[in-house]
């Protein structure tokens, strides 16, 4: 193996608990604007790592000393050291075990749309290929013996190396997703080699094209009420199709998303506007202002007034609902 880290890149133990809801959902803290982290994880326990989990995020397993078997639903697959591992997201998976003297492994997670979003061309939903390719008929792991793991080795270090210098800055940033987008394009050009997986990249792609009017339809509409009927209409479907479809395009529900978009747009009229956040919330769509403090709150991991205070720390305290404004002299 010839994947190199940097000195300033700590390992830590895999303590992932206290991040987990009921049903194994792995909400991590995640930056909105960059939603990308890599972790480097060391393993106390060989046959108890990690306690089983999902997410919405997309994710990479790099084991760099141990082997072991990795658990993705009802799939058990063997890893050595050097493997790259491309997870199942929304399937309940973990670290089954990991033996060894040192137990270390890295993990690149980010969210499909810092790679793929409204707007992209649709080749960039090829990078995405190998994380929606999970049949029986591949293997989702990159193998000692591939032709593209010396490739694969040299972009994560040049990766590591990018993000051990902070992500704090927009070119910091833009290093990171360019190594990130080599790591998957070389994913990609493995997987293709399957006819599975050229058959599911045309599916994406025949998603992303039927999907795009709607996709369109919520950025211009998101304050509106849109039901999940509406949307299954818009792309002449019945909606228990439409959810299945929706989620296999996007990674994620259709309610998620939308509120995903309402909030990211009511973040920007808190920073750009002096709307109070009541009506900030009726703007985006959700009436109920404990409702989108709940949400805002989960989203953004503080509540609306403290990022209004954050982004606009000289703005006015928002005019209580209700209130009536004082008009400016002038």
């Known amino acids: 193996m010839c994947i190199v880290i940097p000195r300033s890149l700590q390992f830590e133990p895999c303590v992932i608990h206290h991040w987990l809801d ?71 998976h973990r670290t089954e075990c990991i033996n060894g ?21 649709l080749c960039d939903v090829t990078y995405l ?19 593209c793991r010396p490739s694969l080795h040299n972009a ?18 833009l290093g990171c997703k360019t190594y990130l987008l080599e790591i998957l394009y070389h994913l990609a050009q493995h997987f293709s080699f399957a006819e599975v997986a050229r058959s599911e990249c045309l599916l994406q792609q025949q998603r992303a094209r039927r999907l795009g009017t709607l996709l369109e339809h919520l950025s211009l509409n ?9 949307a299954a209409a818009l792309v002449g479907m019945s909606e228990s199709r439409f959810m299945r479809y929706f989620r296999a395009a996007t990674g994620m529900t259709f309610v998620s998303y939308l509120t995903h978009i309402r909030l990211n747009n009511a973040a920007k009229m808190l920073k750009e506007t002096d709307l109070n956040i009541s009506e900030v919330a009726d703007a985006v769509g959700i009436g109920n202002q404990s409702y989108f403090d709940r949400q805002f709150r989960a989203e953004f991991r503080v509540t609306p007034r403290e990022y209004r205070m954050a982004v606009r720390p000289q703005a006015h305290a928002d005019t209580p609902a209700g209130e009536p404004r004082l008009a400016q002299a002038g």
């Open 156 to 173: 994560i270090t040049r990766l590591l190396r990018c993000y051990a210098d902070g992500t704090g800055t927009p070119a910091a940033r």
């Open 22 to 92: 009921p049903t194994g959902r792995y909400d991590a803290p995640l930056d909105r604007d960059f939603p990308f982290f890599v972790k480097l994880y060391s393993f106390a326990n060989a046959h108890d790592p990690c306690p089983p989990n999902w997410h919405e995020r997309l994710e990479i397993f790099v084991p760099v000393a141990g082997d072991g078997e990795f658990r993705m639903g009802d799939r058990l697959l063997p890893f050595s050291a050097g493997d790259i591992v491309v997870v199942d997201n929304k399937k309940l």
């Open 222 to 230: 998101f304050g509106k009420k849109i039901s999940v009927a509406d």
């Open 101 to 121: 003297r040192q137990r270390r492994a890295i993990v690149v997670s980010f969210l499909p749309e810092l790679v793929y979003n409204l707007g992209s061309p």
């Open 129 to 147: 290929t190998p994380f929606y390719c999970q049949v029986p008929e591949i293997d989702p792991v990159v193998r000692d013996g591939a032709p």
